[in-house]
């Protein structure tokens, strides 16, 4: 079993940029398929962006395409979301989530969220 915790949230005016951090403990990092998911108040959880064990392979929402960028220190057991060009919709509270690489299903392992805020 892994546990996460986020990190890095926060207040930028839109336009600017955000670095999350998740730092991953309690498991084999390169075990597992990582992701961000966001919820805002109101909307279901929806997903951001998913990299596999090796950080060589990642998908986005359409909505955040050609704006954040996901990668992965397997070294660091930490796994990174970088948000550039933000914008008041992108306000939401942000999660990690991971589960192991090989296996079919839902994220099973989920951090406590951290709070990004876009103001306009």
């Known amino acids: 079993q892994v546990q996460l915790v986020e990190s890095g949230g926060g207040l930028v005016q839109a336009g600017g940029s955000l670095r999350l951090s998740c730092a991953a403990s309690g498991g084999t990092f390169r075990m597992y398929t990582m992701a961000w998911f966001r919820q805002a108040p109101g909307k279901e959880r929806e997903f951001v962006a998913r990299?596999?064990?090796?950080?060589?392979?990642?998908y986005y929402e359409e909505s955040v395409k050609g704006r954040f960028t996901i990668s992965r220190d397997n070294a660091k057991n930490t796994v990174y979301l970088q948000m550039n060009s933000l914008k008041p919709e992108d306000t939401a509270v942000y999660y990690c989530?991971?589960?192991?690489?090989?296996?079919?299903?839902?994220?099973?392992?989920w951090g406590q969220g951290t709070q990004v805020t876009v103001s306009s």
């Open positions: 989530a991971a589960k192991l690489r090989g296996l079919s299903g839902d994220f099973n392992y």
């Open positions: 990299i596999d064990w090796a950080g060589t392979s990642t």
